[in-house]
Every structure is written in structure tokens, then in C-alpha cells.
């Protein structure tokens, strides 16, 4: 019986930080959001739902210019029902995955046959268009008629699992799931339009999937990535675990001659084992000295620091996947609150500690 007071207290603390992730993004996105997009706070589901067909598959800076073409072309649903299916493929050419073009010109003509030219203004009613799924649904129903439907896009897979430290994979059965239940439950209902566009821009300008900027992030006191410091290790994703080549950046934080050091507990590569601090990057980078004492201030909030060092690249193959690693010591000359709940080690204590192969090769070839 003592399983349902501590069950109980749990989701009275789940429920608050959904609270304060939902005040807070919208105080965020009304005082602060500043990006543009030529889709952005309109009302008119024909305009919404080209932007999201074009968005699909494509880049916003690359889908911009080509949404605007469309709307100038096409300024009506009618005028792209109507229009030559060899000029449409035409003004698409270049954006790729054709059958998104199709599939416009299908829908454009369904709902000028069917729908009088208007759009179906219910969530079930859009899901049964060509090429318009829950995504979509969502984003034009939240959007044009504000019925309280939570787009979830890599964006919004991004900010939740690491708001709520979610260690499901993104990519899952499961995961897409439980994701889609969370960003729900968090969704503002008096507004959903401008949740859906908040939780979206906030991905895509703070939470931002390579160092995001987590010290100016109004989230952050609530956020259980930052506290945990696993920031860099989510979203999870199961196809990330299988790649067969990763990138991985160990910051080597020393203070006052102790280490920074972390134990793999994820359902990952070396598992159990020990490692430096890790940032992992879809590249290669060869960091130079502005560009890490950035990430270390954007990120960590750290600003008093001496690069020592950056090492050459090591290599490890596994059996299915190769690592290439990359050593950078960084000598704090304060102690950052976003490091200091972590386990820190003297070096004498280094030695007895389980570390991958690739590590150690490194730890043999210098002086820590």
C-alpha cells in the first residue's frame, strides 16, 4: 500500500512541471518569440496547409521562397484546383518527394469538388485528405479554427524529453505515443494555435537540437535535462544506436584538480561504463577556441575557463559502429551551477574507474 502516496506524489510533481512548461512557454512566445515566417499567425487553412505540405521533408529557409511562389502563383485553393499539373510540378521543381506535389494538386481538387472550396473545419474530417496526417491535421486545426489539437514535430519531440528528462526513444511505437499524450496534457487550451507555434519556434531557437543556448532558456529551472545534465544525450533515438558512424566531443573539465566525470546508464554503447563529458555532433568538428568557449557559455553558463588543449581525432570500431572521438581539457577557474550537483573525481581516483577503450587510449597519451 506504501506504492500509492509515493505514486500519488509523483504525479502531483508531474503535474506542476507541466503547469509551469505551459505558463512558461507562453510568456515566452508572447514577450520574447521573434521569429518570422511568411505562414506565421495566419487563419487561412489553404495558406496553412501548403506551408505544411512544402515543410515536409524541406527545410524553412529552403520552403520559404517556395511557399511564396505558390501564394503568388496560387493565391487561392480554386487557382491550384484548376491549374496545369505540368506548371505545378514545375514551380515544385527542386523540392524533391514528388508525391507531396501530387497529393496537393488531389487534395486542392477534392475540396473544391467536395468541400465548395472551403476547407473541412474538424480534426477527423482533414485526416482523410491525401497527404495530411495527424501532423498536419493538428497544425492546420490548432491553427485555423483553434480546436485544441498539439502538433508534435521534431521540435516539439526535442523541448518535451528534455523538459521532462523522457528516455523513450522519439522514433518508437511506444515513444511517438507517449509523446503525443504528453504534448496534449501540456497543450494551453485557451490558445492552442499559439502553443503549438511556441513549442516550435522555442525548438528551433533555444532548444536547438547542436548546443542549445540553455543558459538564456526561460525554461531551465524546471527543465530535468539541465539538472541531470543530459541535455546532449536527448531526444533518444533507436536509430541513433545504430549508426554506423558518431561523432563524440569529450569536454575534459578540470577544477581545483578534480574531474568531471559521468557513467553511461543509457541503453547505449558501453554501457556502465565511465566517460568525460560528452557532446555529441551529426560532424566532425574541428573546434576552435571562440566557438567552444561559446558553447560553454551558452550552453553552461560557464565563463571563466582556459582551453587547454585539443586533441587529434581517435577511432575505435565496433562491431557495427565507428567512433571517432575528439578530447578537449578545459580548466574552470569557477565552479558552474550546471556542473556542480556532478561527480567530480581526483585524479588519483581516475585510474580505478571502467572507461571505454577509446578513452583510455587517450588518457595513456596524455597528462591529465
Known amino acids: 500500500m506504501a506504492i500509492l502516496p509515493v505514486l500519488a506524489s509523483f504525479i502531483t510533481i508531474f503535474s506542476a512541471m507541466e503547469s509551469a512548461f505551459t505558463r512558461l512557454l507562453m510568456h515566452w512566445h508572447r514577450s520574447e518569440n521573434t521569429r518570422q515566417m511568411p505562414w506565421k499567425g495566419i487563419k487561412d487553412p489553404y495558406k496553412i496547409w501548403l506551408s505544411e505540405i512544402i515543410l515536409q521533408q524541406t527545410r524553412v529557409e529552403q520552403g520559404w521562397t517556395y511557399y511564396e511562389r505558390f501564394i503568388k502563383k496560387y493565391p487561392k485553393i480554386a487557382d491550384l484546383a484548376k491549374a496545369n499539373d505540368g506548371e505545378v510540378f514545375k514551380l515544385w521543381e527542386g523540392l524533391g518527394y514528388y508525391n507531396r506535389c501530387k497529393n496537393l494538386l488531389e487534395t486542392a481538387r477534392k475540396i473544391v469538388a467536395e468541400y465548395q472550396g472551403k476547407f473541412p473545419d474538424s480534426y477527423e474530417d482533414l485526416l482523410t485528405l491525401k497527404g495530411v496526417g495527424p501532423y498536419t491535421a493538428a497544425a492546420i486545426a490548432s491553427f485555423a479554427f483553434q480546436l485544441p489539437y498539439a502538433v508534435v514535430d521534431g521540435?516539439?519531440?526535442?523541448?518535451?524529453?528534455?523538459?521532462?528528462?523522457?528516455?523513450?526513444?522519439?522514433?518508437?511505437?511506444?515513444?511517438?505515443?507517449?509523446?503525443?499524450?504528453?504534448?496534449?496534457?501540456?497543450?494551453?487550451?485557451?490558445?492552442?494555435?499559439?502553443?503549438?507555434?511556441?513549442?516550435?519556434?522555442?525548438?528551433?531557437?533555444?532548444?536547438?537540437?547542436?548546443?542549445?543556448?540553455?543558459?538564456?532558456?526561460?525554461?531551465?529551472?524546471?527543465?530535468?535535462?539541465?539538472?541531470?545534465?543530459?541535455?546532449?544525450?536527448?531526444?533518444?533515438?533507436?536509430?541513433?544506436?545504430?549508426?554506423?558512424?558518431?561523432?563524440?566531443?569529450?569536454?575534459?573539465?578540470?577544477?581545483?584538480?578534480?574531474?568531471?566525470?559521468?557513467?553511461?546508464?543509457?541503453?547505449?554503447?558501453?554501457?556502465?561504463?565511465?566517460?568525460?563529458?560528452?557532446?555529441?555532433?551529426?560532424?566532425?568538428?574541428?573546434?576552435?577556441?571562440?566557438?567552444?568557449?561559446?558553447?560553454?557559455?551558452?550552453?553552461?553558463?560557464?565563463?571563466?575557463?582556459?582551453?587547454?588543449?585539443?586533441?587529434?581525432?581517435?577511432?575505435?570500431?565496433?562491431?557495427?559502429?565507428?567512433?571517432?572521438?575528439?578530447?578537449?581539457?578545459?580548466?574552470?577557474?569557477?565552479?558552474?551551477?550546471?556542473?556542480?550537483?556532478?561527480?567530480?573525481?581526483?585524479?588519483?581516483?581516475?585510474?580505478?574507474?571502467?572507461?571505454?577503450?577509446?578513452?583510455?587510449?587517450?588518457?595513456?597519451?596524455?597528462?591529465?
Open 155 to 368: 521540435n516539439v519531440y526535442r523541448v518535451l524529453a528534455r523538459y521532462f528528462a523522457v528516455q523513450l526513444p522519439i522514433d518508437s511505437s511506444e515513444g511517438k505515443k507517449y509523446f503525443q499524450q504528453l504534448a496534449e496534457r501540456a497543450l494551453d487550451q485557451t490558445d492552442p494555435a499559439g502553443f503549438n507555434q511556441a513549442i516550435m519556434d522555442f525548438g528551433a531557437t533555444i532548444c536547438k537540437p547542436f548546443a542549445p543556448t540553455c543558459i538564456e532558456c526561460p525554461l531551465q529551472q524546471h527543465c530535468r535535462a539541465f539538472k541531470e545534465s543530459t541535455v546532449n544525450h536527448l531526444p533518444v533515438k533507436e536509430k541513433r544506436l545504430t549508426k554506423k558512424k558518431r561523432n563524440f566531443n569529450y569536454f575534459i573539465f578540470e577544477f581545483k584538480k578534480k574531474f568531471l566525470i559521468q557513467k553511461r546508464t543509457g541503453k547505449d554503447i558501453w554501457e556502465n561504463l565511465y566517460e568525460f563529458y560528452l557532446l555529441e555532433s551529426d560532424e566532425s568538428i574541428n573546434w576552435d577556441q571562440l566557438a567552444i568557449l561559446d558553447f560553454l557559455s551558452a550552453q553552461l553558463g560557464i565563463h571563466g575557463a582556459i582551453v587547454k588543449d585539443q586533441s587529434a581525432l581517435f577511432t575505435q570500431q565496433l562491431t557495427h559502429q565507428q567512433i571517432k572521438a575528439r578530447f578537449i581539457p578545459i580548466e574552470l577557474l569557477e565552479m558552474p551551477n550546471s556542473l556542480q550537483k556532478l561527480d567530480w573525481y581526483q585524479k588519483s581516483k581516475i585510474a580505478a574507474l571502467p572507461f571505454p577503450k577509446i578513452i583510455n587510449e587517450w588518457l595513456s597519451k596524455t597528462q591529465l
